[in-house]
């Protein structure tokens, strides 16, 4: 298969990823041939086999809620590239607000 | 006499509880050594001398003061640069981290740092850990010991290189599809591949999260094992960390392999696996049958189409990971943002080109009209990988299989066809997918003269009997010759 130009611009939109005209062509073309590598999934996996999402089959692991030590707002900030308040700062969001 | 930088980290351990030598001396060997060869390896993103001195005198003001050391206190170590260290740079060898200090340790580095083992550094490796080279490391490619010219494995390849460069005794990395292993392989070292589960994961900066394991490098099994013993238990802040008691392995090591059945991977030994690779995996073969071993020869059918899986699920679980860069809490923010999704996007312009690319591939396996056809049949193939060695180990106790198909690979050989790198991981992924244990040790030297690695496969929770069978072999094999950095300086 061979993906469109369109989709590979698609994809970068959802994964908020930008790209030159060129690395449209290279990426879409090195995630086709993976792509065609990979879809060998569908040969093997028939319908009566159950997916495994992960290795180990944990449901639903819960701690007592209780509160504990955790990391104070002035260290959970010092990585932030701009913090206002006491609050991480980005650029504006909504139109006209 | 050997120099202090030459010796195992059973011997350093020893040497300091005798008296013989101190931490602090144990370090400063190792200073000078990187010190002298970095600009050759390049193992290292950023080497913590200072830090190392410090935690040295502390090894040492504690013996002074007549405390009781524990099993590895002084021994120093290094840690594969995407587990976070409070204080100290943690890049995930990215531009998007390059100057991302970590507010908090990871549970394992705690646990490293009360053992009294002092942090020689941050290592190279390729960017949050894709790839099989260290070349898409952001900051430069690690040189592999035996040959300069070629690479040493990844994603963990600059702690493989720096425990076979002798910059430090022992080491730790990650391994989601074979990033311990394949470097341990291809620098002629021990990688262990734990259980999932059995090492904390928190702190650990996530690439494909259901994959993702943290283990350790060393030049000899025991050593290896002695390092697995102190990072292994469970973690209440990682919600995935295994409640099974944790065994001495280093007690048991030496118990042998007599009875134990052997399988040898058949899908290991087909054409595209170096003929110097294979003879030295029969010749292991042989080894375990002359120590009263059964050998005799399996065949797991979804080896092959397991790497096809991984493409599509290690990359969907990363497009869900790396959307945390976003430029709003922690890396790198681009100036003069028009607004935020601006910011984003420009922001996360900083990855490397691999990491875009698997971005893309498991955006695309997830998104909508695509999940069922790729993500969906990967879930399918995981469980038959499952199958397929559940079925294995009700004949035999643990699996022999080569490592990588092929020494190590020149600089810039596979850099620019990515199909061809993820080659290379064959014979690891499908321990990953199954969320078992395995272990790489050297057997020799194959193609080029550099050194072939050999798995040791088992079940989840069989690390114990693992380090035996893998000491068993090491015993019986003829030491591996040091690289040539070795003797230099």
Do not use: I, L, V
């Given at each position: 298969m061979r993906l469109t130009r369109e989709e590979v611009m698609h994809v970068a939109r959802l994964a908020r990823l930008a790209f030159t005209d060129e690395e449209v062509d290279k990426f879409g073309a090195q995630l086709s041939a993976i792509l065609d590598h990979a879809a060998r999934v569908s040969e093997v996996a028939a319908d009566d086999v159950p997916p495994t999402s992960h290795a180990l089959p944990l449901v639903n692991v819960f701690r007592d809620d209780v509160v504990g030590d955790c990391l104070p707002q002035e260290k959970a900030l010092s990585t932030a590239p701009d913090v206002e308040d006491g609050r991480f700062k980005v650029p504006r969001i909504i139109e006209g607000a | 006499m050997s120099e202090l930088w030459q010796l195992d980290a059973t011997e350093i351990a020893r040497a300091i509880k005798a008296g013989e030598s101190s931490a602090t001396e144990v370090v400063e060997a190792h200073i000078a050594r990187i010190e002298a060869l970095e600009p050759e390896i390049h193992a290292f993103i950023t080497p913590t001398p200072d830090l190392a001195r410090r935690q040295a005198n502390a090894v040492d003001a504690a013996k002074a003061r007549g405390e009781t050391l524990g099993p590895l206190a002084g021994v120093p170590i290094a840690l594969k640069d995407v587990l976070c260290t409070d204080g100290v740079r943690t890049t995930a060898g990215s531009k998007i981290l390059e100057n991302y200090i970590p507010p908090y340790d990871a549970t394992i580095v705690t646990m490293l740092r009360r053992a009294g083992m002092p942090f020689l550094g941050k290592t190279n490796q390729d960017e949050f850990a894709?790839?099989?080279?260290?070349?898409?490391?952001a900051f430069g490619v690690t040189h592999n010991p035996w040959d300069l010219a070629r690479v040493p494995g990844g994603s963990s390849g600059g702690s493989a290189a720096a425990v076979a460069a002798g910059l430090g005794p022992v080491s730790l990395g990650t391994d989601t599809g074979g990033s311990i292993r394949q470097p341990a392989a291809l620098c002629g070292v021990v990688g262990v591949k734990p259980t999932y589960g059995r090492v904390s994961r928190y702190g650990l900066i996530a690439f494909a999260s259901s994959l993702d394991q943290i283990g350790p490098f060393g030049r000899t099994v025991r050593d290896a094992a002695a390092v697995l013993q102190l990072i292994s238990g469970y973690d209440p802040m990682d919600s995935t960390s295994a409640r099974a008691p944790v065994p001495d392995y280093v007690a048991s090591i030496d118990h042998g392999v007599e009875g134990l059945r052997v399988g040898v991977v058949r899908e290991g030994m087909g054409e595209g696996t170096q003929p110097g690779v294979k003879a030295r995996v029969d010749e292991a073969a042989a080894r375990f049958a002359g120590m009263g071993c059964s050998v005799d020869e399996v065949s797991l059918p979804s080896f092959d189409i397991a790497l096809s899986a991984y493409y599509l699920i290690a990359p969907a679980e990363c497009s869900s990971n790396l959307a945390r860069y976003d430029g709003v809490r922690y890396g790198f923010r681009v100036e003069d943002a028009k607004d935020v999704v601006d910011m984003n996007t420009r922001s996360r312009g900083r990855f490397g080109d691999e990491v875009k690319r698997r971005i893309m591939l498991g955006t695309y396996a997830l998104s909508a009209g695509y999940y069922d056809a790729y993500y969906g049949k990967a879930q399918k193939v995981r469980t038959l990988v499952i199958r397929d060695f559940e079925e294995a180990y009700k004949r035999f106790d643990f699996l022999i299989c080569p490592t990588t198909p092929t020494t190590a690979f020149k600089i810039g050989e596979k850099a620019d066809d990515p199909l061809a790198m993820y080659l290379s991981d064959l014979f690891t992924i499908p321990s990953n997918l199954a969320g078992a244990a395995a272990i790489s040790l050297p057997c020799g030297l194959g193609e080029d003269e550099l050194p072939v690695g050999i798995q040791v496969l088992g079940p989840p929770l069989s690390e114990e009997l693992l380090f035996r069978a893998a000491y068993a072999l090491e015993q019986s094999l003829e030491p591996l010759p040091r690289p040539p950095v070795w003797e230099s300086p």
């Open positions: - | 894709m790839g099989s080279s260290t070349e898409n490391s």
